[in-house]
């Protein structure tokens, strides 16, 4: 504020110092007018040369033009923008992640975390997408944990398909975020899930010994807690709206489990079991590309309006 006024009274007192040295002027952001203020000596604008008070008074709103777009551009920088979103997809390479009658999760995962980065790059071009993986490889959880921390991620959404035993015919989607349990079915989700680890060298020194088999392991969640907690549930909340609302899937709702690749992540995470590989019918729209298509439409919707929604409050 103070620069504006010395540079709105810097200008016009160059050439008219005699004339308006004892001016102050006063300009007001949030009115947008300018104030004469505290005259010593009587004068009007037009006791100045009109010619030179006019070339002074276009520098004068050139220089406060470049001021105002100077001051929203300092506000741009220092407000909060989502700009990074690491896109996960569980398992692969040897680890195929659980079994349908005709497909394997791995496959289904990269291909909607592959045509979720699309419509990203194709309409959010202001997001930078990072992939823990593009093609058929085993990726270990705390290596996918670790791109997202290490790229500084605002955003990490882990793609995953659901199963059940044989002869439940459980269908429809869920997200979790990092928490402890409150049922036997997400105990089972973060079990299946962490069993992956049993699948890495030295997952006992990089789990600090976590055994993902044991109920007992995930005690130490109840005592989780997390500065990313409100941004994952938001998050998460939008996605199964979307799920629900958009794309007509039946909502299993928002759930907490001891993920441990959501507890490795230090930014807003989550899981997104996108369907039952075991249930035949979501088995079959899994692998269509147009299921594909509405799941990854529905997420990237579901990203805009948390993105959206958080740099408006910021
Ligand atoms: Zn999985």
Known sequence: MEILVLGVWAVLSEQHNNHIRHVSTYFDLSTGTVAF?????????????????????????????????????????????????????????YDSGALGKFSKEKDIALQIALELGGILKKHMQDVEVVYTRQTDVFVTLHGRAKIANKKNADVFISIHCNATPKGDAAYGTETYTMGLHTSRHNLEVAKRENEVILMEDNYQANY???????????????????????????????????????????????????????????????????????????????NSKSGQAYIASAIFRAFRDYKNELEANS
Not at 59 to 66: D, F, I, S, T, V
Not at 224 to 248: P, T
């Open 208 to 286: 600090q010994g976590f055994d993902p088999k044991l109920p007992e392991s995930y005690i130490l969640f109840s005592l989780y807690q997390n500065a990313y907690n409100d941004n994952s549930l938001k998050l998460a909340q939008n996605i199964q709206h979307q799920f629900e609302s958009r794309v007509g899937r039946k909502s299993r709702g928002v759930k907490q489990a001891g993920l441990l690749l959501l507890w490795k992540t230090t930014a807003p995470s989550v899981l997104v079991e996108v369907g039952f590989i075991t249930h035949p019918q979501e088995e079959k729209y899994l």
């Open 37 to 93: 203020q505290n005259f010593e000596r009587k004068f009007t604008l037009s006791t100045l040369n009109s010619d030179a008070v006019m070339k002074n008074i276009v520098r004068a709103l050139g220089m406060l033009a470049l001021l105002v777009l100077g001051a929203f551009n300092n506000a741009g920088t220092t407000k909060y923008k989502v700009r990074k979103i690491i896109i996960d997809a569980g398992h692969g390479g």
